[in-house]
């Protein structure tokens, strides 16, 4: 990773200086906050309840998730694993490079990496790929279509996920990074390029190199033989490693980087652009892999349900959750205390380097006369005033500009999720195990 940020950066001295900065900083010796640190749920839900209900629904989905995968054993036990560890791969590479740590969560129950990374995130991966994969491997698509459908089932999860959590202060995002600065409802459209990217490579990734490892052997080459225990272990550490990059170099390069930064084509347009292609794969996928992928009838609607009880209720859960918070939440009322985008100098401009090597312009610092993030830097009462120079301070929530359309969107991308699983789910392949 050293390497490929060097070579990418064009100062490989620069960039291994400027990481082990972080990580020196990150696992300081003489701070336990560096491995773990906890919190208070009382002081969560005085601060925003929204975030603890959101930890405790995460908890629960996993939860839920994991006892699918050993009960059905095989290959969606090693995705479950392979996904927490792609999951933590992600999110420390994410703070430890300088170029792509634009991002800072609400302090949750348990944070980890000096404060950066709630434990939830690292269980989210799970939630949304197990989930996705065990309604999506129910088409019986090829090793190499299938990944993009899958994709496309981990972004319909996202979307009302993301949409709500920055509106809530579960995170905020750089003010003005390039590669943020795109966006819709505050959330960039990079987001959504970032999971189909990285969800379609980390299932290829999985897929083949479990194929090629055991020959071929049982479906998607989980094997019947000993070389399967061993060639599970080896694809699950295979994509929990090197989804990440190889998702940037083979998918974001081409479909973002080269066409955004060099001829400046709208991030939305591209997003439009790379999800019409996974359709597109994924119906192709559908549409010539036989009968067999289809529900033919014989199959009873209580065993279709006792097959995917787990599945069902981590989706029932998820939505229940989205529809409360949306119903019920009052952003205006809620505040964050934590770390974010350092507050500084408005005039003052840094950069970021892109995979291709440039140098993209960017405030250094957050103006705290100027900017465009759905929060308040005025927080009455707060413990940790916004001042100058300030990376750890309060933030408070605001207002809905329009709860109707908010509203409108969050239902409309929990409807369609829920109406595609179901489909998966309950109108696919009647005689898979």
């Keep these: ?46 601060e925003n309840p929204t975030f603890l209900l959101a930890e405790v629904m995460f908890f629960t989905w996993a939860a839920l998730t994991m006892k699918h995968a050993l009960r059905s054993g095989g290959r969606f036990s090693q995705l479950w694993c392979a996904a927490l560890l792609h999951g933590l791969v992600t999110e420390l590479l994410s703070y430890t490079l300088p170029d792509v740590d634009n991002f800072w969560h609400f302090r949750g129950m348990a944070m980890l990496f000096n404060g950066r990374l ?77 999971h189909l990217t990285f969800a379609s490579t980390f299932l290829l990734i999985l897929n083949t190199s479990r194929a090629l490892l055991t020959y071929g052997e049982g479906e998607k080459g989980e094997g019947a033989t000993s070389r399967g225990g061993c060639a599970g272990f080896v694809s699950v550490v295979l994509a929990g490693c090197l989804s990440m990059p190889l998702a940037v170099l083979s998918q974001m390069l081409p479909a973002y980087n080269f066409p955004h930064d060099v001829y400046g084509v709208h991030t939305e347009v591209l997003l439009w652009m790379l999800l019409g292609t996974y359709i597109l794969l994924a119906w192709i996928g559908e549409r010539t892999s036989g009968s067999e992928a289809r529900s033919s009838g014989s199959e009873s609607a209580s065993s279709r349900r006792h097959r995917n009880t787990e599945i069902c209720v981590a989706l029932m859960v998820y939505y229940v959750f989205i529809g409360t918070v949306l119903l019920l939440a009052r952003p205006e009322s809620y505040s964050s205390t934590g770390l974010h985008q350092t507050l500084g100098n408005c ?64 239902i409309a991308a929990c409807t369609l999720g829920a109406v595609v699983y179901y489909q998966l789910l309950f109108r696919s392949c009647s005689d898979c195990s």
């Design 1 to 46: 990773y050293l390497w490929l940020a060097g070579e990418l950066t064009g100062n490989m001295a620069e960039t291994v200086h400027a990481v082990l900065d972080r990580v020196r900083m990150y696992w300081a010796s003489d701070s336990r906050k560096g491995v773990i640190s906890f919190r208070s749920p009382l002081e969560i839900w005085a």
């Design 118 to 194: 709630p434990l939830y995130i690292t269980i989210l991966y799970p939630c949304f790929y197990y989930t996705g994969y065990a309604a999506v491997s129910r088409l019986k698509l090829s090793l190499f279509l299938e990944p993009f459908a899958f994709a496309i089932s981990v972004v319909l999860l996202d979307v009302p996920y993301d949409i709500l959590g920055v509106k809530m202060l579960w995170w905020t995002w750089h003010d003005t990074d390039p590669n943020l600065y795109d966006r819709t409802y505050y959330v960039p459209w990079t987001s959504y390029m970032f």
């Design 347 to 410: 005039s003052v401009i840094g950069h970021t380097t892109n995979v291709l090597g440039q140098k993209l312009p960017k405030q250094a610092f957050l103006c705290a006369s100027s900017y465009d993030e759905p929060f308040s830097l005025l927080c009455a009462n707060a413990t940790h005033p916004a001042t100058g120079g300030a990376s750890y301070y309060t933030i408070c929530g605001t207002s809905f500009p329009n709860i109707a359309e908010f509203k409108c969107i969050i």
